[in-house]
T-cell receptor, first 118, second 114 residues
Framework: GAVVSQHPSRVICKSGTSVKIECRSLDFQATTMFWYRQFPKQSLMLMAT?????????EQGVEKDKFLINHASLTLSTLTVTSAHPEDSSFYICSATGQGAATNEKLFFGSGTQLSVL | QKEVEQDPGPLSVPEGAIVSLNCTYSNSAFQYFMWYRQYSRKGPELLMYTYSSGNKEDGRFTAQVDKSSKYISLFIRDSQPSDSATYLCAMVPAGGTSYGKLTFGQGTILTVHP
């Protein structure tokens, strides 16, 4: 299957600082990338959808000024949590879908980033 | 009512057992169905992908879709301790993931004990 790399896997930061999470598609061009948030023992909650070269589309209730998403190339999307607070502590996961027969219509997930805000 | 309902379990079975995981859905627009496996603190891994009613087999895994009943299942034969994980069903309307978003079930926690 296609490979999506996500870094860092774990980050601990102080309240008020900003944290950037990277999501890369290693062996395919990701036309669309998605960012999810997952709380313990709960399912994935979609935060936003990003297409290369355009602004991200945020789900209802997700603050776009707090969760900045950049999808500058077909292989890289970043999520920046600005002025992080303890309630932002969560597991963040990216996913990507591509254009080729092997990747179209299917989502491939990164390994996730555990964010802990002190 | 949630669009996708999945029994959260937890489900505990002995090694070698046949496991049945199920989801029901209410939105008849869903056309593509997926099963993901997620280990603790890891991203979901795509296990099975189907788009038509019937069965699809891949090794020890069989995905079953019944669109008339809005019901999907994942069967795991000869379960192994390494199958212990959370299993998520997911589905999307026609147009695929490029144009829409997956709707996930709540996930079923499976433990296979030796």
């Amino acid at each position: 299957g296609a490979v999506v790399s996500q870094h860092p896997s774990r980050v601990i930061c102080k309240s008020g600082t900003s944290v950037k999470i990277e999501c890369r598609s290693l062996d395919f061009q990701a036309t669309t990338m998605f960012w999810y948030r997952q709380f313990p023992k709960q399912s994935l909650m979609l935060m936003a959808t990003s297409n290369e070269g355009s602004k991200a589309t945020y789900e209802q209730g997700v603050e776009k000024d707090k969760f900045l998403i950049n999808h500058a190339s077909l292989t890289l999307s970043t999520l920046t949590v600005t002025s992080a607070h303890p309630e932002d502590s969560s597991f963040y996961i990216c996913s990507a879908t591509g254009q080729g027969a092997a990747t179209n219509e299917k989502l491939f997930f990164g390994s996730g980033t555990q964010l802990s805000v002190l | 009512q949630k669009e996708v309902e999945q029994d959260p379990g937890p489900l505990s079975v002995p090694e070698g057992a046949i496991v049945s995981l199920n989801c029901t859905y209410s939105n008849s627009a869903f056309q593509y169905f997926m099963w993901y496996r997620q280990y603790s603190r890891k991203g979901p891994e795509l296990l099975m992908y189907t788009y038509s009613s019937g069965n699809k087999e891949d090794g020890r895994f069989t995905a079953q879709v019944d669109k008339s009943s809005k019901y999907i299942s994942l069967f795991i034969r000869d379960s192994q301790p390494s199958d212990s994980a959370t299993y998520l069903c997911a589905m999307v309307p026609a147009g695929g993931t490029s144009y829409g978003k997956l709707t996930f079930g709540q996930g079923t926690i499976l433990t296979v004990h030796p």
